[in-house]
Each structure stands twice: as C-alpha cells, then as structure tokens.
C-alpha cells in the first residue's frame, strides 16, 4: 500500500492488541443450551441472521429469555458492534443497528466492538466491507466442506485507515448516504413483489376478475391437458456456453430463471460437442409455451416450474426435468405464472418425497389440478399483469445493480485515500469538490502485468473439484490480452498453442510464484494452480490498475469453458489474426490450411473438437469477443 499522509496500515490484530477494539466469539458448549431458547424473547444474531451489512431476524429466529440476556452479558451485542458469520457465508459482516432493540450473538457468531474514540465503528464496518477484505476472509478461512472463521483469522484483515476521525467520519457518511438509497431500492422491490404475490393469490385462484371477465373457469387433469416429452440425463459437465444445442438445467430452474424463460433473451448452457445427442429426434426439442418441471430438489422448491417463451435454435430438457406440452391452447406465459402459484404448486407438497434430496414423479404430477379461465383473453390478460410487474421489477432490480457498483466504486476510491473528503489538516471538504489524489501507480512492466493478471485467473478460477491447469490460465492470459487489444507476440504457436514460454518461465508465472500470489501444485494431471499466502497484494494491484474489470470479462464469457473450448477459441482468433495480417479471407477451409501448415499446429487438425463445425463456431464466438475491423 503506498503510503499517503496521515493514514497508516495496520491488520485488525493491532487494534486489539492496542486496546482499541475487544473481540468475543459467541456461547458453545454447556454455556448455552438449546433447552434455553425461548418463543418469546431477544433474538440470537447467528449465520442466518448476519445479512450484507444488516441484521435480519425471522419468526422462526432463536431467542433468549431477559434472564439469559442479562446472566452471559459478555454475549449481548450492543448498538454499532460488528457481527461475522463463524461457519458459511463468512464474507458477510453487519453492524448492529442503533435502535431500542436487544439482540444476543450466537454460537456461530464473532463479534467486534470499538472501544475507542479514535477509531469510528461505522468506518470499520465499511472497511471490512471492501471487496479487498471479503476476498481475503474468502481465501483464509478453514475447511473444505464448510468455509470457516477463527479469531485469527480475523486477526490478520489488512486494514488501511485515516488516523484522524474526522475524516473516517466524512467517509462513512458518504457511504452512509448511498446505502439508504440501496436501502430504499430494496425495500421497494421487496413491496412490489408482495403487491405480485397477492395478485397472484386473487388473479389466479378466480378470486378477483379483471375488468370485462366472468363465467365458470375450465378444470382438468394435468394429465388431460399435457403430454410429457423425453428428457435428457446430461450433467451440468456436459455443458458450456457455446454450441448448437441449448439445455435446460434443473438447477438453474431452481435458481436463476423466472416463471417465463426468454430463450431468445437468456444465457442459456449449450451441450458440449463432445456428447451426442442424436437418439433425440426433432418431437423431443422444445417450444415455446412448453413447460419444464425441476422434479428434484433440496427442499420443497421441487416442481418449481417455468415456461418456455421465444424459442429459437434447438432446445433440449435436462436430468431432473420434466418436459411438457400443452395438448390444448393456452396464452403464452399464463402457465409460467399459473404452475408457480401456490395455488398449483401446494397440491405437489403431500407427494414431494426423499429426506435430503426431495423429488416428485411424472404419476403425482399427471394427477394434479388445473382451474383455470376458458377464455384466451382472460389468460392474456392476467398473463400481461404479471409480465408488467415483473418488468417494472426488473428495472427496479437494474437500478439497484447500478447503484451498487457505484457503491463499490466510492469504496475503492474513498478507503484507499484515491479520494480525500478532507484534506492533510482533516478540514472537511464539499463532497461535491472533494479533490481526487490518485496514488502513485506502482512501477511495473508485461511480466509483472502478467503476474498480477495470472493471480487474478487463479483467484476467480480455482476449484478444488477442477483443478485449473497451465493449458487453461495460458489460453485466458492470451485471451484478456486480446480483449485489451494488447500485444500477443509472446504467445507462439505451440502444439498447445497459443502459448508463451516467456509468461511460463521467465516471466508472469515465476513472478507470481516467487512473490507468493499463486502456488503450483503437481497432480496426476500435470501442474495445478492455487492461490498463494499473498493473493490478496495481487489484487489490490488489480484494483490501483483498473484492471478487475478484465477479470471480471473473463468470468462472464469463460466461467464453464473448457480447456478444449479455450484451446480452440484461441488456436482459431490466432489464425484470424494471422489471414488478416495478410489480406486474406477468413473461412473454415483457410484456417485449416493454415493450422495443417504448421508442424507444431497441425495435429491439432485430429482431434474431436477441431471438426468444420467446430472452427466454423469458434470463428462466430472470436468475431463477437474481439470486434476487430476486417482487414
């Protein structure tokens, strides 16, 4: 961290040690008893309840007796302590509000307490809120199955802070002002689906006509109203974000799409090109005002639903799905929001079967109820309420999104000193004219932008179920580097090309290596990459360079491309670059000439994913990534 007067770097260890902040782990053992927990009472603050940056307590919250309360005191959390998640979410942190409330923290809990002047808790608490401090709680904590907290863990937060409180003050005010804007966002979203929820108890029950509407509602079966269509057992490693044939996944039914899905509109996962899907013939794709089922589920969301809108190109059902075609005609986008309601999905709960994984079976779901308005219009009507609202939502939803990343932008600025509120003399400026003071970048030069870049592939890339080889950070590096339109002449055409035996040994890697931003791991596999003791200076760099956003790209584009997708996508914008170069056309046929045309290279011609289709694909993507104008 480069230095800038009057604030200084210490890790949350030093401020305890100083006396300025006391730490307290919740109640374990026979301190407190579940036989304790009281109905009516002072709410425990535990994982549950420690929200980002609130406290949120449920009906069904544990709670304490005043008895409790007032016997283990040290356990009380009073105004403007700040809360951690113990076990879980541990990147989550809430500072407890200044209200008559009481709370009591909980045995999952790790509280912190200002004790000093000289230190503001409402500016803490937005320092341990930086995305800086979250990923290092992330990389740090303990055990595998579960992410995990210690207070030494704690302990060693880097932390950077204005001595003068003046300033911390002028900080957390600023941020202060942005989060009741996100405050009230979210409060609103959150009012404008309860308003869709009665709605949909009165619209879609026939408890409420709309304007013009009236007679009997249609019943039946689902059995008599849908036929089912044939699904596929393909898991979500079979899949990828490029190819022909898109596929529906339980998960992200259960997860990430509405009642409605816009095929045309959506990020939907393809099939890899290297399963087939032949034995599907074209009934067994589907269409839009199809249903799909998710007839597996960890809890009672099982036969969460959704309706197929805009369907373009080929479209198959995945494992744990349920296909369905209307047999009779229905508005679009009225089953989504019908089959969702409670008023259908409640008949589902007395079959849901299993303990730690729920499911449904295709004979309960024949026998199900459907009452429902006989006139199109009707449905098209009620259908049109709903989508309104979701739309309005979804703006809603875009806004806050907007406002959170200013959030985010403030924070890196004002916590880093970028930005001073008050000047060297802690005389407040107008937030208006607050003065920006960029810190001096850090000398640096390709081989420690590739180290710094290669930390940050790591850290978004790394998973212990798939371990993130040499082959894949190479094909990514190449690939930011092309979407920053930077030089790429390190990067060779390699059997596993492109590829850049400088990054590998005399340049970003070692760099990394030695300066402990990532480590390499030998396994059956090869060389594996994790992140290092000293991650966290590597994206700090990423930050002070504006650089994340090129993490963040890779991501979106990448997160579930293989290494063979990666390898090709790279081999086939290497060869357009190359047509280019020299006035040549890009096609299939070109490019396969000028792959065969080179010893190291042309191997790749044999394998599986180097067909026509393939490279005819892979040209397609490389157009839309890199926008390049024709030579």
């Known amino acids: 961290m480069v230095k800038i007067v ?34 009516y009472g002072i709410p425990i603050v535990a994982v549950r309840e420690i929200r980002e940056g609130f406290i949120q307590i449920f009906d069904e919250t544990p709670r304490v007796s005043i008895e409790t309360y007032n016997r283990l005191t040290k356990f009380n959390l009073n105004d403007n302590d700040l809360v951690f998640a113990r076990k879980g979410n541990v990147e989550r942190s809430s500072l407890v509000p200044s209200t008559q409330c009481k709370y009591f923290l909980g045995s999952d809990g790790i509280r912190l307490r200002v004790i000093t002047k000289n230190l503001l808790p409402q500016f803490l608490f937005y320092a341990i809120q930086s995305n800086t401090v979250k990923s290092f709680l992330l990389q740090n904590a303990y055990g595998t199955t579960m992410a995990g907290l210690n207070e030494r863990i704690l302990s060693s937060i880097p932390l950077f802070l204005p001595v003068s409180v003046k300033e911390q003050t002028a900080i957390a005010e ?32 026939g408890k409420k006509r709309l304007p013009g509407f009236s007679g009997e509602w249609n019943e039946a079966s689902f059995a008599d109203l849908f036929d089912f269509l044939p699904t596929n057992v393909f898991t979500r490693d079979q899949m990828t974000d490029t190819g022909t044939i898109k596929n529906i996944h339980y998960g992200d039914i259960l997860t990430k799409y ?96 299993g303990i730690k994984v729920s499911s449904i079976s295709k004979t309960n779901v024949s026998a199900l109820r459907l009452k429902y308005p006989s006139l199109i219009e009707e449905q098209q009507e009620i259908a049109a309420v709903f989508s309104d609202m979701d ?82 950070v190479q094909k990514l590096l190449y690939l930011v580097r092309r979407k920053e339109q930077a030089d790429t002449s390190a990067f060779h055409k390699k059997a596993a090309g492109p590829y850049a035996d400088e990054v590998r040994y005399k340049g970003g890697e070692p760099i990394a290596r030695k300066n402990q931003y990532i480590q390499v791991k030998m396994s059956d596999k090869g060389s594996c990459f994790e992140r290092g003791v000293q991650m966290q200076k590597a994206l700090a760099y990423l930050q002070d360079w504006d650089k994340q956003a090129d993490i963040d790209w890779l991501v979106s584009q990448f997160q579930y491309t293989k290494v063979n997708e990666l390898e090709l996508l790279a081999t086939v914008d290497m060869a357009i670059c190359d047509l ?52």
């Open 391 to 472: 739309d309005e939502t979804e703006q809603l939803e875009k806004e806050l999104t907007k406002y959170q990343q200013i959030k985010q932008g403030m924070m890196q600025e004002l916590l880093t000193g970028r930005i001073r509120l008050v000047d060297e003399e802690s005389h407040a400026q107008p937030k208006a004219q607050a003065v920006q003071e960029k810190r001096p970048q850090p000398a640096h030069n390709q081989h420690f932008d590739d180290a710094v870049m290669i930390a940050g592939i790591v850290n978004a890339f790394y998973s212990a179920k798939y371990p993130l080889g040499r082959k894949k």
């Open 580 to 631: 280019r170069s020299d006035g040549k056309e890009v096609s299939v046929s070109a490019i396969k000439d000028l792959i065969g045309s080179n010893k190291e290279w042309r191997d790749k011609l044999k394998k599986d994913y180097f067909k026509d289709t393939d490279i005819r694909r892979a040209i397609e993507r490389c157009k839309k990534l890199f926008p390049d104008k024709e030579g």
């Open 258 to 353: 509405g009642a409605c899905l816009d095929i045309s509109n959506t990020n939907v996962p393809y099939l890899s090109e290297t399963v087939s899907a032949k034995r599907y013939s074209e009934s067994s794709y589907a269409r839009s005002g199809d249903v799909i089922i998710a007839d597996t589920a960890e809890d009672t969301t099982v036969g969460k639903c959704i309706e197929l809108v805009n369907v373009c190109g080929k479209v198959l059902s995945g494992q744990h799905t349920m296909l369905c075609r209307p047999k009779v005609s229905f508005a679009p986008k009225f089953l989504g929001y019908y089959m969702n309601a409670d008023c259908f999905h409640n008949q589902m709960l007395p079959f849901i079967t």
């Open 174 to 205: 600023a941020l202060s002002d942005v989060d009741s804007l996100i405050s009230s966002l979210q409060r609103l979203i959150e009012k404008k689906k309860a308003i869709k929820q009665g709605a949909i108890q009165e619209l879609l029950t």
């Open 6 to 39: 009057d604030w200084e770097s210490k890790v949350l260890g030093d401020l305890i040690n100083e006396g300025n902040i006391s730490i307290q782990t919740g109640p374990f053992g026979t301190v407190l008893s579940a036989s304790e927990f009281v109905k």
